[in-house]
């Protein structure tokens, strides 16, 4: 046994040494090559930290080097190489933009790592007319965009609940918030893009040309290009957006509410919910700053302890029609079933209201609760199993929490494209859930990261067992086996995308769906 011991710990420094002496020899040609690319932007070797970071705090993987791109030849000629270096070269690329990714999925362990936020330079381009639109770099923040939007009385339709995002980043997953019932996710409203493919290709693409592409990138996961340009649907932008928070006691009254109201064609332009287990402080009401206060807080009602559920509504108007708005959101409300009195309404700026989560971002910088552990965990539940999940995540599992804000909306699925990569739950309405939970050490522990994964870990067993047929957004998993369970019988379309577009696995390996230099066929 011990002669056995020794051999395989002689064994194990002679493969270490291999290894390294290949790095050794290795790094230096990459280096060197990378040096002599014929490019407008630069490379940089030294200050790599900040790519090896993103908002989960979680994961941090250094890569060899970050790409800086004036253009989007820059991108193509820096993927192209390390294409054309083949299946024996180690090197992958991730494109980062704002860094909001939690797990990871921004990262290149020892790779390139593109930051888009470089191309913000190029301009946007914006087409007035019967059907509006914008052409846009990947990098760009949807906060410019809409800020350049309103000049000309435009802005996007479909949102995310944080404008601090680049288009690439927010279109590779999907991009939700509570427009996405009437208008879908972001990816539902985009015309075109252009995309740098795994082979260094620079691709224009849309619903007719190159569709297959087209439709691969949108929710893709970055896995088969990198979007460098896309051009979005706009609609004609309100001045005003009345802002109503309701509660209820009754989970079932609660979703039998928001339901009617993503059904037909509802009064409101924004609907979403979320629940309050206990919850008070500035950390479980970040994604809203609200005036007047929180219901919770500013109304007489006494909640006893129970778990409430809070319906949050808006309503987009001018401001020469405000009697006419008004008269409708009281029909509106009159035939919901809250608790009257804790009916809240107030009135702000468009901008202000699609902004409102970094203003609240800016008040936990200040008190450093921002740059903390994020173990967020975003589910599509099937409607027909809200009831289920509901009674034992939020019953049992979550008797007590104040880790952050828990968001629980339905959306309709006709509004989806089922021909892009991202997978939703077979029901004609499904639920965002998310936890959007912030690890912030206390004395207790009850706050703490293991904590919260441990209650994630929970929550994804119960699924799992109770067989509720619920999809991750913003999806994670260890293992290949799991991603294809994920996908189910979109699987081999995913794998023949992967195996068209980039197949050597080249792009995003922080979703680690893939590994670098084994060629992918279905």
């Given at each position: 046994?011990?002669?056995?011991?020794?051999?395989?710990r002689?064994?194990?420094?002679?493969v270490?040494s291999?290894?390294?002496?290949?790095?050794?020899?290795?790094?230096?040609?990459?280096?060197?090559s990378?040096?002599?690319?014929?490019?407008?932007?630069?490379?940089?070797?030294?200050?790599?930290?900040?790519?090896?970071?993103?908002?989960?705090?979680?994961?941090?993987?250094?890569?060899?080097?970050?790409?800086?791109?004036?253009?989007?030849?820059?991108?193509a000629?820096?993927?192209?190489?390390?294409?054309?270096?083949?299946?024996?070269?180690?090197?992958?690329?991730?494109?980062?933009?704002?860094?909001?990714?939690?797990?990871?999925?921004?990262?290149?362990?020892?790779?390139?790592?593109?930051?888009?936020?470089?191309?913000?330079?190029?301009?946007?381009?914006?087409?007035?007319?019967?059907?509006?639109?914008?052409?846009?770099?990947?990098?760009?923040?949807?906060?410019?965009?809409?800020?350049?939007?309103?000049?000309?009385?435009?802005?996007?339709?479909?949102?995310?609940?944080?404008?601090?995002?680049?288009?690439?980043?927010?279109?590779?997953?999907?991009?939700?918030?509570?427009?996405?019932?009437?208008?879908?996710?972001?990816?539902?409203?985009?015309?075109?893009?252009?995309?740098?493919?795994?082979?260094?290709?620079?691709?224009?693409?849309?619903?007719?040309?190159?569709?297959?592409?087209?439709?691969?990138?949108?929710?893709?996961?970055?896995?088969?290009?990198?979007?460098?340009?896309?051009?979005?649907?706009?609609?004609?932008a309100?001045?005003?957006?009345?802002?109503?928070?309701?509660?209820?006691?009754?989970?079932?009254?609660?979703?039998?509410d928001?339901?009617?109201?993503?059904?037909?064609?509802?009064?409101?332009?924004?609907?979403?919910?979320?629940?309050?287990?206990?919850?008070?402080?500035?950390?479980?009401n970040?994604?809203?700053?609200?005036?007047?206060?929180?219901?919770?807080?500013?109304?007489?009602?006494?909640?006893?302890?129970?778990?409430?559920?809070?319906?949050?509504?808006a309503?987009?108007?001018?401001?020469?029609?405000?009697?006419?708005?008004?008269?409708?959101?009281?029909?509106?409300?009159?035939?919901?079933?809250?608790?009257?009195?804790?009916?809240?309404?107030?009135?702000?700026?468009?901008?202000?209201?699609?902004?409102?989560?970094?203003?609240?971002?800016?008040?936990?910088?200040?008190k450093?609760?921002?740059?903390?552990?994020?173990?967020?965990?975003?589910?599509?539940?099937?409607?027909?199993?809200?009831?289920?999940?509901?009674?034992?995540?939020?019953?049992?599992?979550?008797?007590?929490?104040?880790?952050?804000?828990?968001?629980?909306?339905?959306?309709?699925?006709?509004?989806?494209?089922?021909?892009?990569?991202?997978?939703?739950?077979?029901?004609?309405?499904?639920?965002?859930?998310?936890?959007?939970?912030?690890?912030?050490?206390?004395?207790?522990?009850?706050?703490?990261?293991?904590?919260?994964?441990?209650?994630?870990?929970?929550?994804?067993?119960?699924?799992?067992?109770?067989?509720?047929?619920?999809?991750?957004?913003?999806?994670?998993?260890?293992?290949?086996?799991?991603?294809?369970?994920?996908?189910?019988?979109?699987?081999?379309?995913?794998?023949?995308?992967?195996?068209?577009?980039?197949?050597?696995?080249?792009?995003?390996?922080g979703?680690?769906?893939?590994?670098?230099?084994?060629?992918?066929?279905?």
């Amino acid at each position: 046994m011990k002669r056995n011991m020794l051999f395989l710990r002689s064994f194990m420094i002679l493969v270490l040494s291999c290894i390294a002496i290949k790095i050794n020899l290795c790094f230096p040609n990459i280096l060197s090559s990378l040096k002599t690319l014929p490019i407008d932007g630069h490379f940089n070797f030294e200050q790599l930290h900040h790519a090896a970071k993103d908002f989960g705090n979680r994961y941090s993987f250094l890569p060899l080097a970050v790409l800086h791109p004036n253009s989007v030849s820059d991108i193509a000629t820096t993927v192209k190489h390390i294409w054309q270096m083949g299946p024996g070269s180690d090197l992958t690329v991730a494109a980062r933009g704002h860094g909001h990714s939690l797990q990871g999925q921004a990262q290149a362990h020892g790779g390139i790592v593109i930051n888009m936020k470089s191309l913000q330079g190029l301009k946007m381009q914006f087409h007035i007319g019967n059907l509006p639109y914008v052409d846009v770099s990947g990098g760009e923040l949807w906060i410019n965009i809409l800020r350049e939007g309103l000049k000309h009385g435009l802005a996007p339709k479909s949102w995310t609940d944080y404008l601090h995002l680049t288009v690439g980043g927010t279109l590779s997953n999907a991009g939700i918030s509570g427009q996405a019932f009437r208008h879908g996710p972001q990816i539902s409203n985009v015309h075109q893009l252009e995309v740098v493919t795994g082979k260094g290709e620079v691709v224009t693409c849309s619903g007719k040309q190159n569709s297959d592409l087209f439709h691969g990138v949108l929710g893709g996961l970055g896995q088969f290009g990198i979007i460098t340009r896309a051009r979005i649907s706009l609609e004609p932008a309100p001045e005003m957006v009345k802002w109503i928070r309701v509660l209820y006691t009754d989970f079932a009254t609660f979703i039998r509410d928001q339901e009617e109201l993503i059904s037909g064609e509802s009064t409101f332009d924004y609907v979403e919910g979320f629940v309050i287990i206990n919850r008070t402080g500035l950390l479980n009401n970040w994604r809203s700053s609200f005036n007047p206060q929180d219901p919770v807080q500013a109304s007489k009602f006494k909640s006893d302890g129970r778990t409430l559920f809070c319906l949050e509504l808006a309503k987009y108007f001018n401001r020469d029609e405000t009697a006419v708005v008004n008269r409708e959101i009281h029909s509106s409300l009159s035939q919901l079933n809250h608790i009257p009195s804790t009916l809240f309404v107030s009135e702000v700026p468009y901008i202000e209201f699609l902004d409102r989560v970094h203003i609240s971002e800016i008040k936990l910088r200040s008190k450093g609760l921002w740059e903390v552990p994020h173990p967020w965990l975003n589910l599509l539940v099937p409607r027909s199993k809200i009831q289920t999940f509901a009674q034992q995540v939020f019953g049992n599992i979550l008797t007590d929490t104040s880790n952050g804000p828990i968001l629980i909306y339905p959306v309709n699925k006709s509004k989806w494209d089922n021909r892009t990569s991202v997978v939703t739950p077979d029901e004609d309405v499904f639920y965002l859930v998310a936890f959007l939970s912030s690890a912030v050490p206390s004395s207790t522990g009850t706050d703490g990261l293991d904590h919260i994964l441990i209650q994630n870990k929970r929550i994804l067993e119960f699924c799992e067992i109770a067989r509720l047929g619920v999809k991750q957004y913003l999806p994670h998993y260890s293992t290949q086996g799991e991603w294809k369970a994920h996908f189910g019988s979109r699987w081999e379309v995913f794998v023949r995308r992967k195996s068209s577009y980039d197949p050597l696995a080249i792009l995003a390996p922080g979703q680690r769906i893939f590994q670098k230099a084994v060629p992918y066929s279905q």
